[in-house]
């Protein structure tokens, strides 16, 4: 019966090891969609804002300036491109955003798994001790 | 100027989390009673950490909004102007040389759209650019405001609990030790 326990106990401990190593793995997904989720709230704003901008010129008869920061310099960009590349971004990031909740639930999963495994096993510890304190006694009385 | 790019992304991000934060607040309903003391502290630490974060937030947003506040009133300071204005312009944080704002080619400004995009605006659409951001910043302030008020009444009510978990321990230790006196 002890063989039975500490075979038990040697697989918990394996198990909690690896619920340990898929939390970890969970709490970076959850970084990862947190910081997703600030990016594509910002490129939506951007994309609302260059929306509001209209296509025909101003009243000084020139068509709305958009420019897009690279490096240091801020080159001048077509207002249609610029929508464009937004778009684009937005849904990249949409993507990968999808992409990344569907890991995390994954991991959540099987960490759900091997918690209820580990509450198993250790009711069949208690299980097995509960028998051998029984067995011991009866040797005792007899 | 550097301030306003963090000042977009700060809100892009804190839009997001005070959605979420909003939503979460509604969402959880434990009753502190039915937890054990070990519990309750644990809570009261993860309530006062939530605290913690949501506060800092709070005050990088009314920081942005300060800033836009003072990009207003100098977007109106330069659009009332008529003529050209004496100026000092930094070349580094110490050195400044003077200048000229010739007012006949100055009637644009440039903005900050985020993720590295800017506009030129003229003035008065400058200026309704900067009432928008405002107005978004006011709303998700307001929707912090309440999550931390929601949270500073959650440790509230774990503080009672707590106090009423204790007393009853003490009481129950109390009545053991008479009748071990008395036995």
Request: net charge neutral.
């Amino acid at each position: 019966l002890t063989t039975t326990m500490s075979n038990l106990a040697s697989m918990v401990d394996k198990e909690i090891a690896l619920f340990r190593s898929l939390q970890e793995e969970i709490n970076k997904l959850s970084n990862d969609q947190q910081t997703l989720m600030s990016q594509h709230a910002e490129n939506e704003m951007v994309k609302e804002e260059l929306d509001l901008i209209p296509m025909e010129e101003g009243s000084d008869g020139e068509a709305h300036a958009v420019y897009k920061k690279v490096g240091p310099v801020l080159m001048k960009h077509d207002l249609s491109d610029a929508k464009m590349t937004v778009e684009k971004r937005l849904e990249f990031i949409s993507g990968e955003i999808q992409k990344v909740e569907g890991k995390l639930k994954e991991k959540q999963n099987k960490a759900q798994e091997i918690a209820r495994k580990v509450q198993e096993m250790q009711q069949s510890m208690q299980a097995a001790a509960a028998d051998a304190v029984r067995q011991i006694h009866q040797e005792q009385k007899a | 100027f550097k301030y306003n790019r963090s000042t977009t992304q700060i809100i892009g991000a804190q839009i997001k989390m005070s959605d979420q934060a909003a939503q979460g607040a509604q969402g959880k309903g434990i009753d502190p009673d039915t937890l054990s003391l070990d519990q309750l502290s644990q809570l009261k630490q993860q309530e006062e950490q939530k605290l913690t974060v949501i506060s800092s937030n709070y005050a990088s947003l009314r920081a942005a909004m300060a800033r836009y506040n003072a990009s207003r009133d100098a977007v109106t300071t330069l659009q009332a102007q008529a003529e050209d204005r004496e100026i000092l312009v930094p070349l580094t944080a110490s050195l400044y040389v003077p200048g000229k704002l010739v007012a006949e080619k100055n009637k644009k400004v440039m903005v900050e759209l985020g993720t590295g995009f800017y506009a030129e605006k003229n003035f008065s659409d400058a200026i309704e650019f900067i009432d928008r951001k405002v107005g978004l910043i006011s709303k998700n302030s307001e929707n912090l405001l309440k999550v931390i008020q929601g949270t500073k009444k959650n440790v509230e009510n774990i503080n009672i609990s707590m106090q009423g978990k204790l007393m009853q321990i003490r009481a129950r230790q109390e009545g053991l030790k008479h009748q071990a006196a008395n036995a």
